[in-house]
């Protein structure tokens, strides 16, 4: 749940580590740190945001170094418990993604031979463990090391006595970024893109040796090849274009990121979806299963799903199903993780296989993890997400579930022609929303103003409800509930209040005369009301006290329009709050631990 970097070339390494830190700061920023080659190793870190490292920081010439962005999980934000850690000769130091399992009996083991430890992390235990195996060849002392480690790792070694970084890499993300008389490591490719769109990804269980005109890997002690990619994202689709945050640039791509994700799978003349993957398996229902916003997103595909495909599906969230005795029969399951990198995606992810069932994995992210372990993958082609807050990831994953529905669904061809063609015009209808922007920021700014907001719909809105609240409660820090609008009845009516506002997603569906009794009731309380609802549905005004307008889009593409619209709902309120909207307290981007 971190960020690393490292550098070695010709450039000052100092300044390039902490532009490339800044663009993982989405992974962690708790506190940070850098470590510099020179005459010997010069660590510099602290509890604090990479700026006001940057600040403290004097003129540097060495040319070999790495950095770290932390998002704790063992040991509070402090200086002592920032990365880079080292070894007792201050001569090795380490920055580490992931989570090592047995470091109490590592550091145990490691104190009672004599060394000393000065942090409450788990990382602490590496650059010991690389002091204690190192004979000159800092390679092989990493080598040594990572047999005696159980758990998650993505780490980055240096030695005062060596111009190289040594990488390793175990169920976290690590890429080289390939430059000329240079060569960068990070954690995600944003953090190079500056450099280089040259990169490679390791694989579980490779080691690298990077030195400032080579990158060797060894896995089991033998030498391996990995293949060098092309990244497709230009430097100003990572950045912030003009706008004030990455979350509304983000919002704003999202009709441009709708085509992405159709441009390749409908074809231009007949009215057929093709995903590329397998589709003559046996299987006689689906589990999706997935976490955070991708939840929500599967709960809205299983509605799609079971509508248009007539498949059962159930929907678990992967930390539980990581719990359950269940019984898969003849069972496809499909994972839903935008960063690909998620441990309670990946260890449902290898659960279900390990039960025997074929897997398929919906990401946003080339190379990530869980495109090494499902046996089919497809990419959702949001580009990189920079935001905290997931946007662009929830719609596309929504569009890949429209078309794996529609690949699968038991309608006649002029049918699914009009469901294609309803598709298409989606990105336009997106514009639509998006040039409402400006009534839309006007009603967060009231919003701004309460503690408690509670978000209702039936349905395929339902999901929509749940993914609303959590959007607003995790950027503006309002405690916000979503709610299957028929269970408030059943408790959370004792909450609602005049300063109480619910806010109601509605669809022209046959849940639409139940919705408004809805509404009727909560009134009756008091509540304020403000409804999401589509241009032409002159009814709903007589209910409620304001009226978010959504474009006319067919009931089941529904979640996509009213989704957008809450995203800049929760955007506004949390801007007009001051709220840290891109990095907010206490999340991270990718949960790479359980
Ligand atoms: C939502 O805004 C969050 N970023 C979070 O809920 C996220 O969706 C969740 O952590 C799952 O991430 P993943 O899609 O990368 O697996």
Redesign the pocket.
Known sequence: MCGIVGYVGEREAQPVLINCLKRLEYRGYDSCGIALLGRGTEVYKGAVRIETLERNLQPNDSRTGIGHTRWATHGKPSESNAHPHTDCSGKVAVVHNGVIDNYLQLREQLTSEGHTFRSETDTEVIPHLIEKYYRGNLEQAVSRAIVDITGAYSLIAIHADRKELIVARKESPLIIGIGDKENLVASDVPAVLDYTDRVMYLEDGDIGVITKNDVKFTRNGKKVERAEHRVPWSIEEAQKAGYDHFMIKEIHEQPRVIRNTFAGHISALEPEIDLGIRRDLDFSNILIL??????HAALVGKHVIERLAQIPVRVDIASEFNYSDTVLGKTWVIV???????AD?MRALKKAKELGCHTLVITNVVGSSATRIGDDVLYIKAGPEIS???TK??IAQLVMLYLLAMARASVDVRSRGSLIAELRQLPNKVHEILDREGEIAERGKHLAEHENVFFVARGINFPVALEGA??MK?ISYIHAEGYAAGELKHGPFALLTPDTPVIAITARDNTYETLLVNIKEIKARESPVIAVAEEGDDEIEKYVDFVIRVPKVDPMFSPVVNSIALQLLAYYTAKERGCSIDTPRN?A???TVE
């Open positions: 997935a976490c955070g916003t991708s939840y839903i993780t935008q960063s690909g990198e998620t995606s905290v807050a997931a990831s929830f959590l959007k995790e999340l981007k990718s949960v």
